[in-house]
């Protein structure tokens, strides 16, 4: 078992997250290896990918509920990490520093993505290429 050679391990998919996925019912379950992208419709929302979509994420076991945490895989991003922002943001924007510690709304794509916004604390968490 030991000497096998190449192969995929855990280890090598990167960045784990959890997220809701907005899909999942018990008629119709998201199951485990299920490839989905991330959505805007919500904080760390997710939904199953559709015929020509990118790979974002994959499933790890199955759930039934859109209410239910899921674990994924995170293809596209490295690390996440929580910054203090000005102006305004909202789940799915890209974002840049904004020169005082903290960020704002990128004018253009690349590669952030801002996964939730939290108000109250004046603080967004962004998962990072």
Same mark, same amino acid.
């Given at each position: 078992m030991f000497n096998k050679v190449g192969g995929i391990v855990p280890d090598s998919y990167g960045l784990s997250l959890t997220v809701f996925a907005q899909d999942a019912t *018990?008629? *119709?379950?998201? #199951? @485990?290896g299920t490839p989905? #992208?991330?959505?805007?419709?919500g904080a760390y929302h997710a939904v199953k990918? @559709?015929?020509?979509?990118?790979i974002q994420l994959m499933a790890k076991h199955t759930v039934t509920s859109k209410e239910a945490p899921l674990g994924v895989y995170d293809y596209t991003h490295k690390r996440n990490n929580e910054f203090p922002y000005t102006g305004t943001i909202a789940v799915g924007d890209s974002v840049v520093a904004n020169g005082t510690g903290g960020v704002k709304k990128a004018t253009e794509a690349n590669g952030s993505y801002v996964a939730l916004v939290n108000s109250s604390k004046g603080t967004v968490e962004v998962l990072l290429p």
């Open positions: *018990s008629e *119709s379950p998201v #199951k @485990a989905l #992208k991330l959505a805007t419709t990918c @559709a015929d020509g979509d990118a």
